[in-house]
Antibody, heavy 121, light 112 residues
């Protein structure tokens, strides 16, 4: 079955770069119509979509965060990596990765459990 | 970015009673081919979000038929015909017609 798991540091300092890895199984990012998205949720706040990478290497980003984000994939490892530069305390959040599939009209149909990132000096 | 507005932001429902959540978009979510890119998610306490509905009214695998979605253009509704205890959590609508995706603010459903 499909599963995703986020990994990365729990604590980063302001101005540092955050690198998060999404390791997935049960599908391939070389299959047409398959994508992986990153979404975050600050404490007590709503969901915020960050980025998406597609089977054909297309990349899409949040308008406001685009200058700070890079998404990439390693299909041989079944991993998607998100980097976010110049971290700030307002970036403290749970970060989720989720499969995004053409079969459900590019909705996020399977989510990881999330990884909590705290930005503090 | 495309703004989605959910109402109400919270509701308290007696088990067995219906519930309804509205999601309004600043622009039509219908593509020229007729497909409408409006989704609903439920985030139960302490859990990751889960997909409930896609293309407005199509229930995702395993979603009980007490959940239904309706609407077109810019106005959409998620209805629960008979609320159960396991339905508590935050409900989010999301649009996918235009990247970046955007979510509504979320609606908290609790049981009376």
């Amino acid at each position: 079955q499909v599963a995703l798991r986020e990994s990365g540091p729990a604590l980063v300092k302001p101005t540092q770069t955050l690198t998060l890895t999404c390791t997935f199984s049960g599908f391939s990012l070389t299959t047409r119509g398959m994508c992986v998205s990153w979404i975050r949720q600050p404490p007590g706040k709503a969901l915020e979509w960050l980025a998406r990478i597609d089977w054909d290497d297309a990349e899409y980003y949040s308008t406001s965060l685009k200058p700070r984000l890079t998404i990439s994939k390693d299909t041989s490892k079944n991993q998607v990596v998100l980097t976010m530069t110049n971290m700030d305390p307002v970036d403290t959040a749970i970060y989720f990765c989720a499969r995004t599939a053409e079969a459900v009209h590019y909705a996020m149909d399977v989510w990881g459990q999330g990884t909590t990132v705290t930005v503090s000096s | 970015d495309l703004v989605l507005t959910q109402t109400p932001l919270s509701l308290s429902v007696t088990p067995g009673q219906p519930a309804s959540i509205s999601c309004k978009s600043a622009q039509s979510l219908q593509q020229s081919d007729g497909k409408t890119f409006l989704y609903w998610f439920l985030q139960r306490p302490g859990q990751s979000p889960q997909l409930l509905m896609f293309e407005v009214s199509r229930r995702f695998s395993g979603v009980p038929d007490r959940f239904s979605g309706s609407g077109s253009g810019t106005d959409f509704t998620l209805k629960i015909s008979r609320v159960e205890a396991e339905d508590v959590g935050f409900y989010y609508c999301m649009q996918g017609i235009q990247l970046p995706y955007t979510f509504g603010q979320g609606t908290k459903l609790e049981i009376k």
